[in-house]
T-cell receptor, first 117, second 111 residues
Framework: EPEVTQTPSHQVTQMGQEVILRCVPI?????FYWYRQILGQKVEFLVSFYNNEISEKSEIFDDQFSVERPDGSNFTLKIRSTKLEDSAMYFCASSDWLALTSTDTQYFGPGTRLTVL | GQQLNQSPQSMFIQEGEDVSMNCTSSSIFNTWLWYKQDPGEGPVLLIALYKAGELTSNGRLTAQFGITRKDSFLNISASIPSDVGIYFC???????????FGTGTKLQVIP
């Protein structure tokens, strides 16, 4: 069964450093998302992306964050200057909405655990 | 932002028992979802509900979309140890819209 993959599974970085989290969405999907989950808390929406532009973003997704689809398969989240409070699990998701057989469902990857020291 | 109130926050049950958890919202949504998250994993969709009043089953799981479109419940029958995890209700306005998650119910099953 097709699945969303994410790399790395765990990223440790120093405060102030830039990090790039990578995702490979399911191949025929058109909508892509990033969510984050601070330890012990609920999953929170960050940003959605369609047709090479941001569709919606939350208040968490400030100027330090950016997303990109650099090629036909990858979807990345960049944090320019990490802060301690950026430590969290980051989940990528994709959806096949608009496809003829769409189930309107978002499929989540296994996550990248980001630790900012 | 939108708040989903999920209860209970956690529960311990004996293997074989039935479990019920619910979720309420102050706003109306077109789609209610139930996800399960295992430790160190991403959320996995269990059941999606698209119509008010709809009752849907997936194996031992049954979920209902409330008539008012502001609530939903999830039942698990005859629990087994692998049911352990965190269950999240979630809502979306449909289509490509973002998913908003509830606060989660942590389920522990005692063999």
């Amino acid at each position: 069964e097709p699945e969303v993959t994410q790399t790395p599974s765990h990223q440790v970085t120093q405060m102030g450093q830039e990090v790039i989290l990578r995702c490979v969405p399911i191949s025929n999907h058109l909508y892509f998302y990033w969510y984050r989950q601070i330890l012990g808390q609920k999953v929170e929406f960050l940003v959605s992306f369609y047709n090479n532009e941001i569709s919606e973003k939350s208040e968490i997704f400030d100027d330090q964050f950016s997303v990109e689809r650099p090629d036909g398969s990858n979807f990345t989240l960049k944090i320019r200057s990490t802060k301690l409070e950026d430590s969290a699990m980051y989940f990528c998701a994709s959806s096949d909405w608009l496809a003829l057989t769409s189930t309107d469902t978002q499929y989540f990857g296994p996550g990248t655990r980001l630790t900012v020291l | 932002g939108q708040q989903l109130n999920q209860s209970p926050q956690s529960m311990f049950i004996q293997e074989g028992e039935d479990v019920s958890m619910n979720c309420t919202s102050s706003s109306i949504f077109n789609t209610w979802l139930w996800y399960k998250q295992d430790p160190g994993e991403g959320p996995v969709l269990l059941i999606a509900l698209y119509k008010a009043g709809e009752l849907t089953s997936n194996g031992r799981l049954t979920a209902q979309f409330g008539i008012t479109r502001k609530d939903s419940f999830l039942n698990i029958s005859a629990s087994i140890p692998s049911d352990v995890g965190i269950y999240f209700c979630a809502v979306t306005s449909g289509g490509y819209q973002k998913v908003t998650f509830g606060t989660g119910t942590k389920l522990q099953v005692i063999p």
